[in-house]
């Protein structure tokens, strides 16, 4: 059995991500993809994450209609700061997964920053890398030992921001066809990413 997957912070989850993951479906042959919701990244300590909950509802919506995608709360209920290696070993002790062929799913940029992640070799010990890539970067200046593991995703790179998504919605622009419907819905019907003086969006 091959399973990915692809663990951020998703707010919101959007097409690209999707995108991603059917790419990593088509390329690698993977059976199921697990959406990993992370609750407290180290590298985003800097910026105000939306609610937990609210940011899970987007992801179960937007996989709902996707037979090979899962929404994993292994993070969420491990709580404390978030780090790929403990969810990898998470992984690795459910008896479901003990013969699994493990692919995590990061972009150019986490595959450039992979160095400084808490227990590279232990990731790379316990799964291959799907790298999808990101407009500007060149994923070959990661160190080797991570190249090595590392399976390049062919397509464009990803070109939809969450955070063009946020400030989007911070100014009443349209997200339509950057998100799917369902979350778009949702956003809208909770008044996601407004500013507090927001009086009508265009959605």
């Given at each position: 059995?091959r399973?990915g997957l692809y663990?951020?912070?998703?707010?919101?989850?959007?097409?690209?991500h999707?995108?991603?993951a059917?790419?990593?479906?088509?390329?690698?042959?993977?059976?199921?993809?697990?959406?990993?919701l992370?609750p407290n990244p180290p590298?985003?300590?800097?910026r105000?994450?939306?609610?937990?909950?609210?940011?899970?509802?987007?992801l179960?919506?937007a996989a709902?209609?996707?037979?090979?995608?899962?929404?994993?709360t292994?993070?969420?209920?491990?709580g404390?700061?978030s780090y790929?290696?403990?969810?990898?070993?998470h992984f690795?002790?459910?008896?479901?997964?003990?013969g699994?062929?493990?692919?995590l799913?990061?972009?150019?940029?986490?595959?450039l920053?992979?160095k400084n992640?808490?227990?590279p070799?232990?990731?790379?010990?316990?799964?291959?890398l799907a790298?999808?890539?990101r407009?500007g970067?060149?994923?070959?200046?990661?160190?080797p030992?991570?190249?090595?593991?590392?399976?390049?995703l062919s397509?464009?790179p990803l070109?939809?921001?969450a955070?063009d998504i946020?400030q989007?919605?911070?100014r009443?622009?349209?997200i339509?066809?950057?998100?799917?419907?369902?979350?778009?819905?949702?956003?809208l019907?909770?008044?996601?990413y407004?500013?507090?003086f927001?009086?009508s969006?265009?959605?």
């Amino acid at each position: 059995m091959r399973i990915g997957l692809y663990g951020g912070t998703f707010d919101p989850v959007h097409l690209g991500h999707l995108r991603v993951a059917e790419q990593a479906c088509l390329e690698l042959g993977l059976q199921r993809i697990f959406f990993v919701l992370t609750p407290n990244p180290p590298h985003k300590a800097a910026r105000a994450i939306s609610p937990a909950p609210q940011r899970l509802r987007m992801l179960q919506l937007a996989a709902a209609d996707h037979p090979q995608f899962e929404v994993s709360t292994a993070e969420l209920e491990r709580g404390g700061v978030s780090y790929t290696v403990d969810t990898l070993r998470h992984f690795r002790a459910q008896p479901e997964f003990a013969g699994a062929e493990l692919f995590l799913i990061i972009g150019a940029d986490s595959l450039l920053e992979l160095k400084n992640w808490r227990e590279p070799q232990t990731i790379i010990s316990m799964a291959q890398l799907a790298v999808y890539s990101r407009s500007g970067l060149d994923w070959r200046q990661a160190a080797p030992q991570f190249l090595q593991a590392a399976h390049l995703l062919s397509g464009p790179p990803l070109d939809i921001s969450a955070t063009d998504i946020r400030q989007r919605c911070s100014r009443g622009e349209s997200i339509r066809d950057l998100v799917p419907e369902p979350v778009r819905n949702y956003i809208l019907e909770n008044k996601l990413y407004q500013n507090s003086f927001q009086k009508s969006l265009a959605f």
